[in-house]
């Protein structure tokens, strides 16, 4: 295997560096966004670097798997470019680090051996047309032929389509009465060995850099190419999904670092009615609210890094992946949206880093999970915590469960409910919206608690807070919604009528 230098330190540098050069201006940065995928010579020279190698351990010439390092390779990524973070993302949560914790040891050493040496890439298809968000009633289906399992079916925006080396595909068991068992099975597939057409390639509005479709399945996989549940393929499947969304923070971070500084320098260069921008009120207020998302971010990526290594198994941690997940992805797009307002008219255009960062983020708030179901989740999740302690009152079980308790006290007057396990829906995503945000402002007093920037992380509570209380008065006054089911809205008389 390939020797990776083992220090982190000249690791990171190096590839920052590296990063710094191919983005080395505006021109090339606007060049990059505005394209179809990645060029393969620029994609060469970033994986001359062997950024994946931090997702591989060291038997196999990695660099380990540490959750921190894994992390702090996206950050850098994303710095300097979403698309290409999330293209490594893609590689690592949803392709290497499922491979090395549930492949044969076999298909480990050739897999990451063509990544190390041969600059390959992998991905995962698991979504469907029909089957996004319910996932588990796939209709990709496998059956056993003696010495290899048959997988067929169609999925779509799997990101690489077209151009991964390497794919995991999920698929369902088939009985001979053809009917799907309902745990889910992970397939290993080179694509060399062909068996995968793409149908379709989509014009995804924004990620240009990463290509989608719509792929035909119908392959022939060897045992040795199924990975292995510890248990039964629906918790791995949980495993390898909870794992990804924890490693959002890493994404978020450096895209976040790279919107304040693309904030502050514009606030203090640009001048109107003889005074700079940064010196206007609610110009601060956008910044620091900009700061405050980055500080919140970054809090969420030294929680994972302190307490899910590559080890751990990740199935049960629902709480805490869809509170990272979504608000971490909530916070991409609302400073997205702040810097555009921030930069004006020139910020409207693809090729100005405002208005690629307004298109480029947005589907983070819905792939790996539609962040409105997430909520959802995370107020089940507490609900059923709730009965197993037979506590009803909200503060009263944040103020003593681990990912609240620093907090809680607080926020009492806001917290100090009865909660009606009986809730509609749309409060049970608000409730969540709260809940997210409370434990991730946690981490962020936990993370001061080691020394961060005091300033930054009580800027970032006072911003977390007035979200909370506010999400709190909306969930408490939200009225009955009513959506016409008619078509009274095709035939009513317009407003002109009432002149």
Same mark, same amino acid.
């Given at each position: 295997m390939t020797t990776i230098n083992p220090t982190f330190d000249t690791f990171i540098t190096?590839?920052?560096?590296?990063?710094?050069?191919?983005?080395?201006?505006?021109?090339?940065?606007? #060049?990059?966004?505005?394209? #179809?995928?990645?060029?393969?010579?620029?994609?060469?020279?970033?994986?001359?670097?062997?950024?994946?190698?931090?997702?591989?351990?060291?038997?196999?010439?990695?660099?380990?798997?540490?959750?921190?390092?894994?992390?702090?390779?996206?950050?850098?990524?994303?710095?300097?470019?979403?698309?290409?973070?999330?293209?490594?993302?893609?590689?690592?949560?949803?392709?290497?680090?499922?491979?090395?914790?549930?492949?044969?040891?076999?298909?480990?050493?050739?897999?990451?051996?063509?990544?190390?040496?041969?600059?390959?890439?992998?991905?995962?298809?698991?979504?469907?047309?029909?089957?996004?968000?319910?996932?588990?009633?796939?209709?990709?289906?496998?059956?056993?032929?003696?010495?290899?399992? #048959?997988?067929? !079916?169609?999925?779509?925006?799997?990101?690489?389509?077209?151009?991964? %080396?390497?794919?995991?595909?999920?698929?369902?068991?088939?009985?001979?009465? !053809? /009917?799907?068992?309902?745990?889910?099975?992970?397939?290993?597939?080179?694509? /060399?060995?062909?068996?995968?057409?793409?149908?379709?390639?989509?014009?995804?509005?924004?990620?240009?850099?990463?290509?989608? !479709?719509?792929?035909?399945? %119908?392959?022939?996989?060897?045992?040795?190419?199924?990975?292995?549940?510890?248990?039964?393929?629906?918790?791995?499947?949980?495993?390898?999904?909870?794992?990804?969304?924890?490693?959002?923070?890493?994404?978020?971070?450096?895209?976040?670092?790279?919107?304040? %500084?693309?904030?502050?320098?514009?606030?203090?260069?640009?001048?109107?009615?003889?005074?700079?921008?940064?010196?206007?009120?609610?110009?601060?207020?956008?910044?620091?609210?900009?700061?405050?998302?980055?500080?919140?971010?970054?809090?969420?990526?030294?929680?994972?890094?302190?307490?899910?290594?590559l080890s751990m198994d990740t199935s049960k941690m629902d709480l805490e992946a869809n509170a990272v997940k979504s608000v971490s992805t909530d916070y991409m797009q609302a400073a997205s949206q702040n810097l555009l307002q921030l930069v004006g008219a020139k910020g409207y255009r693809l090729d100005h880093i405002a208005g690629r960062a307004v298109v480029d983020s947005r589907p983070f708030q819905i792939f790996e999970g539609s962040n409105d179901i997430l909520y959802q989740q995370i107020t089940e999740s507490v609900l059923k915590l709730m009965r197993g302690a037979k506590e009803t009152n909200l503060y009263h079980f944040c103020a003593e469960h681990p990912l609240t308790n620093k907090v809680a006290e607080g926020l009492r007057q806001s917290l100090d409910f009865e909660v009606n396990p009986q809730m509609a829906q749309r409060k049970l995503v608000s409730l969540g919206q709260a809940l997210g945000r409370l434990i991730t402002m946690n981490m962020t007093v936990e993370m001061g608690a080691k020394g961060f920037a005091s300033d930054s992380i009580q800027q970032t509570i006072h911003v977390m807070e007035s979200e909370i209380k506010q999400i709190l008065t909306g969930y408490h006054q939200a009225p009955v919604p009513v959506a016409v089911q008619d078509e009274s809205y095709a035939t009513m008389k317009g407003w002109r009528s009432f002149l």
């Open positions: 190096g590839y920052h560096q590296r990063l710094s050069d191919l983005f080395s201006s505006k021109q090339t940065q606007s #060049r990059l966004g505005l394209q #179809r995928q990645f060029p393969k010579e620029f994609m060469n020279d970033v994986l001359e670097c062997k950024p994946l190698s931090v997702f591989i351990p060291e038997a196999y010439g990695g660099r380990g798997g540490d959750s921190a390092e894994a992390l702090s390779m996206l950050e850098a990524s994303s710095y300097h470019s979403l698309p290409l973070s999330l293209m490594m993302g893609i590689n690592g949560a949803l392709f290497l680090q499922p491979v090395a914790n549930y492949a044969s040891d076999a298909t480990k050493s050739s897999i990451f051996k063509g990544v190390l040496e041969q600059r390959k890439m992998g991905g995962l298809m698991i979504t469907e047309p029909g089957f996004g968000s319910d996932a588990l009633r796939m209709q990709t289906s496998y059956h056993d032929e003696g010495q290899a399992y #048959r997988v067929k !079916g169609t999925k779509h925006w799997a990101g690489l389509t077209g151009e991964a %080396d390497y794919w995991l595909i999920t698929a369902r068991p088939q009985n001979e009465e !053809g /009917e799907l068992g309902r745990d889910v099975s992970f397939f290993v597939h080179p694509s /060399e060995n062909g068996g995968i057409e793409v149908e379709e390639v989509f014009n995804n509005l924004g990620l240009y850099m990463l290509p989608y !479709g719509r792929n035909q399945i %119908d392959i022939s996989v060897p045992d040795s190419h199924k990975l292995k549940p510890k248990t039964i393929g629906i918790k791995m499947m949980l495993d390898v999904l909870h794992r990804s969304r924890l490693q959002f923070p890493g994404m978020s971070t450096g895209f976040l670092g790279r919107l304040v %500084d693309e904030g502050m320098t514009h606030c203090k260069e640009r001048f109107v009615g003889g005074s700079s921008l940064f010196t206007y009120d609610q110009v601060k207020s956008r910044l620091s609210k900009l700061q405050s998302y980055f500080t919140a971010s970054s809090a969420m990526a030294f929680f994972v890094s302190r307490h899910v290594p």
